[in-house]
């Protein structure tokens, strides 16, 4: 089990009308721990995540506050609360976009369950972000390639050869099929899959929001961090 530094742990929901009706779950690499998702959407953001180098460590579902709405007491759980490398903590609420407008007849209770999270975040001095599908399904193959990444990484190892493809990779863009022609030792899928690795590690940046992943998608090294 890695070792944590979020002092949370996820609220298990039961699998009620209200929370079962798109249930998720999935092994997180980065948490090493089963993680288990309530809707397509949030699952989606879990995805977006997961394949962000920059988030170190997550929690879904990690802490419930209570607030007042038409002189009642109600309870909200925060969608997630992610690490990044500089330390920052994001607390995020997940919804979609038609919630948010005032034709839902879920919108006064949305916009007040999104102002005492403001407000909890507000004075425990961290961040609070609302996502819709707008920030998460950035682009026809936003979700679809990621998954592809998430799974490979998943289901197979560090490769050996993971360095000897890196090195192969420049600033400059390269096409798979020719990343391919210049490692003729490995196999497509060995190249693939170091490929997959590096960018989840985040030392290889592609256009993987507007372009399905296959031999035309093109490949950069990412360039160091000036403020690092």
Request: aromatic residues 10%; hydrophobic residues 35%; contains cysteine.
């Amino acid at each position: 089990m890695k070792h944590r530094q979020l002092p949370y742990s996820p609220i298990v929901m039961p699998r009620s009308k209200k929370y079962g009706n798109n249930y998720w779950n999935s092994i997180g690499p980065k948490v090493d721990r089963d993680v288990i998702l309530y809707s397509d959407l949030e699952y989606d953001h879990w995805v977006r995540i997961e394949t962000t180098p920059d988030v170190i460590e997550y929690c879904e579902q990690p802490l419930e506050i209570t607030y007042v709405l038409n002189d009642k007491r109600h309870k909200t759980i925060f969608d997630m609360c992610e690490l990044h490398k500089n330390g920052n903590r994001i607390f995020v609420e997940v919804k979609y976009e038609k919630d948010l407008k005032p034709t839902s007849r879920k919108y006064d209770v949305t916009m007040r369950q999104i102002e005492a999270q403001k407000e909890w975040c507000r004075l425990n001095n961290v961040q609070h972000e609302v996502r819709t599908e707008k920030n998460i399904r950035t682009g026809p193959f936003a979700i679809e390639n990621r998954i592809k990444i998430l799974k490979s990484i998943t289901n197979q190892k560090t490769p050996c050869f993971l360095q000897d493809v890196a090195e192969c990779i420049a600033y400059e863009k390269i096409s798979l099929k020719h990343l391919c022609n210049k490692l003729m030792k490995l196999r497509v899928y060995d190249v693939f899959l170091a490929c997959y690795w590096l960018y989840y590690q985040g030392r290889l940046k592609a256009d993987i929001d507007s372009a399905i992943l296959n031999l035309d998608m093109e490949v950069s090294k990412v360039e160091p961090d000036k403020d690092s």
